[in-house]
């Protein structure tokens, strides 16, 4: 599918060459980086003064829940391949269900706990 065409007052015609140190462009990058956005974007919005996504108050996942929910991903995967292979693993399916409904209700309140922390 195309992407869809553009009225002439939206298309982006005119051009402004700027130039950097390197400290400010890498100082740039960072902050672009940082919001998720690549540079151009960054530039356009602060330019435009247009909201730009905080960098620094991401929220980050705790890296033990992460990790012991790969450990049960890697589990899937070794019961779905049992399971195609003609073997039963009803039970290890249930025990695995719980586990990762108790993960997750781990991230839900880290999450909640965060955002109470941040207001």
Do not use: C
């Not at 790969?70 to 899937?76: D, E, I, K, P, S």
């Amino acid at each position: 599918m195309a992407r869809p065409k553009l009225e002439e007052h939206e298309k982006r015609t005119e051009r402004h060459n700027l130039r950097f140190t390197l400290a400010e462009i890498d100082h740039i990058r960072t902050q672009a980086d940082a919001a998720g956005l690549d540079v151009t974007e960054f530039l356009r919005r602060r330019a435009l003064g247009y909201t730009v996504p905080a960098g620094g108050s991401a929220r980050r996942t705790d890296p033990a829940l992460v990790s012991e929910l790969n450990r049960v991903g890697v589990n899937v995967n070794q019961l779905a391949l049992a399971t195609h292979t003609g073997r039963d693993f009803v039970r290890y399916w249930q025990e695995i269900g719980q586990e990762v409904s108790q993960i997750l209700e781990r991230v839900v309140t880290q999450e909640l706990n965060q955002g109470a922390d941040e207001q």
